[in-house]
Nanobody, 122 residues
Framework: VQIVESGGGLVQPGGSLRLSCTAS????????IGWFRQAPGKEREGISCILNSGVKSDYVDSLKGRFTISRDNSKNTVTLQVDSLKSEDSGVYYCAARHGRFCTNQPRYDYWGQGTQVTVSP
């Protein structure tokens, strides 16, 4: 299984980014994709996850409304749309995957991407 993130970069406060995660190697097995992030000096936190069926779940309520996860199974791609970016959104954003049909906490994700850097600065 391979997980590859893309779409990070430098963006001004108030701007938007579209992060992509492509998962390969699952064949026809159902799998869950989760997006996580880690700010400098902080622990990695969960953002959202999404099932094969498209059912979504948010890990933290504070990010609702600005972070939107979506999935295109035909392309094995999960997208995280991030709007109204703030400086505190800066960090490395990770995509992770696990076999199965439900979202869970970080340690239960088996496959992780290398991360993509997001920097929010004027």
């Amino acid at each position: 299984v391979q997980i590859v993130e893309s779409g990070g970069g430098l963006v001004q406060p108030g701007g938007s980014l579209r992060l992509s995660c492509t998962a390969s190697g699952f064949q026809s097995d159902p799998y869950v994709i989760g997006w996580f992030r880690q700010a400098p000096g902080k622990e990695r936190e969960g953002i959202s996850c999404i099932l094969n069926s498209g059912v979504k779940s948010d890990y933290v309520d504070s990010l609702k409304g600005r972070f939107t996860i979506s999935r295109d199974n035909s392309k094995n791609t999960v997208t995280l749309q991030v709007d109204s970016l703030k400086s505190e959104d800066s960090g490395v954003y990770y995509c992770a995957a696990r076999h199965g049909r439900f979202c869970t906490n970080q340690p239960r994700y088996d496959y992780w991407g290398q991360g993509t850097q997001v920097t929010v600065s004027p």
